[in-house]
């Protein structure tokens, strides 16, 4: 039986910027290859632009930020928003997808955050 999976628009997991703290080094712009983030030239500073292309359970970017400007939800907040969302009835004639893995295997969760 394959685990049921949930769309990834469901899932509220992606970075939060503290644009106060941040020092503006693009680290995270540089660092995230799934393209979350993009530098925002006339403000000077990150966006977090594609939200839901962020790896379920990645904190890597808040990780390496090193004024801790970035923060994600606790990874029970994610486990308990998975567990909630697994629970909720499938409206008709909407598909599932593997949510943050293109679709073709389960989506990590936990891997990386804290």
Known sequence: MRPQTIPREKIPWYPTIDLEACIGD???VTFCKN????????????VVE???NCVLGCNTCMEICPVQAITFPTV???????RRLRTEPIPHGEGRTN?????T???PV???AR
Do not use: I
């Open 26 to 28: 693009q680290e995270c």
């Open 35 to 46: 393209n979350v983030f993009r530098w925002d030239e006339e403000k000077g500073q990150p």
């Open 50 to 52: 594609s939200p839901y």
């Open 76 to 82: 029970q907040e994610l486990r308990d928003t998975m």
């Open 99 to 103: 949510a943050g893995t293109g679709g």
């Open 105 to 107: 295997e389960p989506a």
């Open 110 to 112: 936990g891997h990386g």
